[in-house]
């Protein structure tokens, strides 16, 4: 894969064939991308998938233990392909490629989860997303209300644009990335940088 192919895909099976054979990313990306999936179809899952998802996530950001992870997988195991199984998979490559395509419920579901997975990871291409002297106090705190909040709202993510580039920031990849009409979820890679979150 290239970094055309990259920015072009509809489909996030071969982009995570990609991520898992080249290591250009890290195993708290790929979980949360299933995590991203399994939020998709979150009205289709029973309460005990959802509990899976939301450990997984809390497992994703080292909230919650290997054990805990465990015992919601099995929890819901009883739910046979849903993506809140695959999403509190021990194997983050599992998690996510198998989450994504237990929610492809739709064939315009495999495009979405690409520009998800472009969001949680950026361009791999490009190498690591640096934050320069404008992560100020301020800009930090907007950033770790949006990802707690799980708020990735245009309004939310344009005012941090706003700051940013008030603060200096003159990098378009970022502020664009922000301002634009595409899916965020957790794991956003603008937001993760100014968190130092890898």
């Given at each position: 894969?290239?970094e055309l192919t990259w920015l072009a895909s509809t489909d996030p099976a071969p982009m995570l064939e990609f991520l898992q054979r080249s ?166 890679f603008v937001v993760d940088a100014l968190l130092g979150k890898a």
């Amino acid at each position: 894969m290239d970094e055309l192919t990259w920015l072009a895909s509809t489909d996030p099976a071969p982009m995570l064939e990609f991520l898992q054979r080249s290591g250009r990313t890290s195993d708290r990306k790929l979980r949360l991308f299933g995590v991203a999936c399994s939020r998709r179809v979150w009205d289709w899952l029973d309460a005990l998938g959802r509990a899976a998802v939301e450990v997984a996530e809390l497992y994703a950001d080292g909230q919650a233990s290997a054990d805990q992870l465990r015992a919601a997988r099995l929890a819901c195991q009883f739910a046979g392909g849903s993506a809140a199984w695959y999403a509190a998979a021990s194997n983050p490559v599992v998690a996510a490629r198998n989450a994504a395509l237990s929610a492809q419920a739709v064939p315009a579901e495999r495009t979405v989860q690409a520009a998800l997975l472009r969001d949680i990871i950026g361009n791999p291409f490009r190498g690591e997303t640096l934050i320069g002297p404008w992560g100020s106090s301020t800009i930090r705190e907007m950033a770790e209300a949006v990802y707690a909040e799980r708020d990735f709202s245009p309004p939310r993510l344009v005012a941090l644009a706003e700051a940013l580039e008030e603060a200096g920031c003159a990098d378009s990849e970022l502020l664009d990335h922000l301002r634009g009409p595409g899916l965020h979820a957790r794991g956003c890679f603008v937001v993760d940088a100014l968190l130092g979150k890898a």
